[in-house]
């Protein structure tokens, strides 16, 4: 399993939000290109990146913001917020980003999301990101009808790389990763599975790969946002942990 230190792009700085609330942010950075950088120094091996402001504008508002990323950092790049179509996809897999993540398009034009995974195969996941089990769009604002469950269905064939799921209640809160919602997907996909939400030690962590290794389930990784800032958990015990070199 892989760590995924995220950086969240809020009015071009880094900052953390409190169960998806704008105005409930804090900036940990000024300079996204800055934490980039100390994130590959402590050894990332990812970077996740989220244009918030993007998510709910429809349309890509950090572009500089993630551009000085790319110059400043060696390590792949997954980036997800206001990509709702195959121009923008496109600029950004030109731009270096590795992987794109299509999170309100997946449910409101699930087509566009068969074509770039055939347009542009390895390069797209689908964020799934719920609320008590049900899909949330438009930057969290929204709640759906659909599952997450049924949702991943959807893309068992597209070809895309992996799913993101974020349990809404618990992102930004430390209050623990939703093992069950996130190993109940992983068992009912075949896609490869992100956990992302509540991540607050190391112990969250081991649970969680625990849980994944006892139902048999290959989980891609998990993402941290607040946990790595505040200090709460050492990003190098975090990625020997999920790497399986550690028992710490």
Not at 174 to 195: E, F, Q, Y
Not at 212 to 237: C, K, T
Request: glycine letters at 12%.
């Amino acid at each position: 399993m892989l760590l995924f230190p995220a950086i969240d792009l809020k009015d071009g700085a880094c900052v953390r939000l409190l169960k998806g609330e704008m105005n409930q942010a804090t900036v940990f950075n000024d300079s996204p290109a800055d934490q980039a950088k100390k994130f590959q120094s402590a050894g990332a091996e990812w970077l996740h990146l989220v244009d918030l402001n993007g998510a709910f504008a429809g349309k890509p508002v950090n572009g500089d913001a993630v551009d000085a990323i790319l110059g400043a950092s060696d390590v792949p790049v997954q980036l997800g917020g206001g990509i709702r179509d195959l121009k923008t996809i496109e600029t950004w897999i030109t731009k270096g980003v590795s992987r794109i993540i299509l999170g309100t398009v997946a449910l409101r034009n699930p087509e566009i999301v068969q074509q770039a995974a055939a347009a542009f195969p390895g390069h797209i996941a689908v964020g799934i990101d719920a609320r008590n089990g049900m899909v949330a769009v438009e930057g969290w604002a929204e709640t759906s009808d659909m599952s997450a469950v049924d949702l991943g269905k959807k893309f068992e064939d597209a070809g895309i790389s992996a799913i993101i799921y974020t349990d809404i209640e618990r992102d930004g809160m430390m209050a623990g990763v939703n093992v069950t919602g996130t190993i109940d997907l992983a068992c009912a996909l075949s896609i490869p599975v992100i956990a992302s939400g509540g991540v607050s030690c190391l112990q969250d962590l081991r649970k969680l790969k625990n849980a994944a290794d006892d139902a048999n389930v290959a989980l891609e990784g998990a993402i941290s946002g607040r946990a790595l800032y505040d200090g709460r958990l050492d990003i190098g015990q975090a990625i020997e942990l999920l790497k399986g070199d550690s028992d710490a």
